[in-house]
């Protein structure tokens, strides 16, 4: 905690603060209040097995916080899919994966980078049993990510879905949650002539201290 206390100092107004993911969800609540759309929308990154970069935009269900046992700031960021998508593969495949949330109406943005593990638990069921049932059926209908022969053959297979699974129906296996445990988090902010204020936490592996450095524009 001495590493955030010394630069705390420069760390006033919209950067105040020793825990990142309070810092995070505190941007996030303030966007919610300006953004037009989808304050929650996330460019996620992952890689394949050749190395080749992946972006694609979901949606970030949630902020976790909690402390670890020396007291340090600790948490995650969740996110929900199907696991049998191209995102999930590349996700499981390494292990890792970075986000960028950007808000236009605040010119501000959060970088992640971190490790990944499922939420496959009561968490997810709750999560799922909270989305519309259309949205709910879809998970059920979709193969995310393989070929479709037509937007006919979708909807046939989500009413194949409505009567096979009624008005109830529970999470798919093969669909659930992933969390982030970052390992880098970045809070950046517009400045005049792009003199723009950025932060970077850090900490060599999840549980353990941050550090937070003042970065150049």
């Not at 980078?113 to 059926?137: C, H, I, M, N």
Request: aromatic share 10%; charged share 25%; net charge positive.
């Amino acid at each position: 905690m001495d590493k955030l206390r010394n630069g705390a100092a420069d760390r006033q107004g919209i950067f105040a603060g020793d825990d990142p993911f309070a810092l995070a969800q505190r941007w996030l609540d303030e966007a919610t209040a300006s953004e037009p759309n989808d304050p929650n929308a996330i460019a996620l990154a992952t890689v394949d097995a050749a190395g080749l970069p992946n972006v694609r935009m979901v949606l970030l269900k949630e902020i976790e916080v909690w402390g670890d046992a020396s007291g340090a700031p600790d948490g995650a960021f969740v996110f929900y899919t199907n696991y049998g998508s191209v995102k999930a593969a590349e996700i499981e495949g390494a292990g890792k994966a970075a986000f960028v949330l950007h808000w236009k109406s605040l010119r501000r943005q959060i970088r992640v980078r971190g490790l990944v593990s499922r939420e496959e638990g009561p968490q997810a069921d709750e999560y799922f049993a909270s989305r519309s049932l259309k949205s709910r059926l879809g998970a059920w209908a979709s193969r995310q990510s393989q070929p479709l022969a037509s937007r006919e053959s979708l909807m046939a297979e989500v009413a194949k879905m409505t009567l096979r699974h009624g008005t109830a129906p529970h999470r798919p296996p093969f669909w659930g949650g992933f969390r982030i445990r970052p390992l880098e988090i970045e809070f950046w902010a517009d400045g005049a002539f792009r003199l723009h204020d950025r932060f970077r936490w850090t900490r060599p592996s999840a549980g353990e201290s941050w550090s937070v450095a003042r970065l150049c524009p």
